[in-house]
């Protein structure tokens, strides 16, 4: 399966913005899609994961209340709305997506992902 993120871009800190993850390719049913960010320098945090099967979502701390996971299973499609946009949230933002499912507790864990797409670009200025 390929995975391609878009929506990325320059926004003034309060902004908003909307990531698309597009997945093509195979027939893989995915189990759950995530999103991740990684700054310059740091490791590479897991945002937010949107399970298929019920629609049920995640998200890291940081962005509770202001990023909002969403999918669209017949277009393959996986959303991430992003309001409220702070300077520490500029990033590459990545889109991974997995075949079988994984308890919530283990969703933003990059480790267990086996298909990453490239990544779109998110800079928030202040």
């Known amino acids: 399966v390929q995975l391609q993120a878009s929506g990325g871009g320059l926004v003034q800190a309060g902004g908003p913005l909307r990531l698309s993850c597009a997945a093509s390719?195979?027939?893989?049913?995915?189990?759950?899609i995530a999103w991740f960010r990684q700054a310059p320098g740091k490791e590479r945090e897991g945002v937010s994961c949107?399970?298929?099967?019920?629609?049920?979502?995640y998200y890291t701390g940081s962005v509770r209340r202001r990023f909002t996971i969403s999918r669209d299973n017949a277009k393959n499609t996986v959303f991430l709305q992003m309001n409220s946009l702070r300077p520490e949230d500029t990033a590459v933002y990545f889109c991974?997506?997995?075949?079988?499912?994984?308890?919530?507790?283990?969703?933003?864990?990059?480790?267990?992902?086996?298909?990453w797409g490239k990544g779109t670009l998110v800079t928030v200025s202040s």
């Open positions: 991974a997506t997995r075949a079988v499912r994984v308890p919530v507790s283990a969703c933003l864990n990059p480790a267990v992902y086996d298909y």
């Open positions: 390719g195979s027939s893989l049913d995915y189990a759950l």
């Open positions: 949107i399970y298929r099967s019920g629609g049920s979502t």
